[in-house]
């Protein structure tokens, strides 16, 4: 099985940007489809992008309606990571971001129930 560390997050301005990192361990990351999430505090987890895994016949990445044009999903199977480029960032985009995984996924995967491999997060605040 698959085991992902998520790095990259800290502390920036609104209207700056970060680039998170979800490093793969045991397993190619490129034979999962991937998955970004976010959870604020008191709030329940949001799904924020995905990207299929690298043998689908159709590559595919998706968003969530709150970030698309801002974040960017990409795939470095070189390197057996996944990215997060967050891009004009607000303070609605404070959380803690984790990376999911789910084998061999080929089409869009949007609900946490749905992804069997988790990171254990990292923390994104946003100062307005």
């Known amino acids: 099985q698959v085991q992902l560390v998520e790095s990259g997050g800290g502390s920036v301005p609104a209207g700056g940007s970060l680039k998170l990192s979800c490093a793969a361990s045991?397993?190619?990351?490129?034979?999962?489809?991937t998955g970004w999430f976010r959870q604020a505090p008191g709030k329940e987890r949001e799904f924020v992008a995905f990207?299929?895994?690298?043998?689908?016949?159709?590559?595919?990445?998706y968003y969530g309606n709150n970030v698309r044009g801002r974040f960017t999903i990409s795939r470095d199977n070189a390197k057996n990571t996944v990215y997060l480029q967050m891009n004009r960032l607000k303070a609605d985009d404070t959380a803690v971001y984790y990376c999911?995984?789910?084998?061999?996924?080929?089409?869009?995967?949007?609900?946490?129930?749905?992804?069997?491999?988790w990171g254990q997060g990292t923390q994104v605040i946003v100062s307005s």
């Open positions: 999911a995984a789910v084998e061999y996924a080929e089409y869009v995967r949007v609900g946490a129930g749905e992804f069997d491999y």
């Open positions: 045991g397993r190619s990351i490129g034979n999962y489809g």
């Open positions: 990207i299929n895994w690298s043998g689908a016949p159709d590559p595919t990445t």
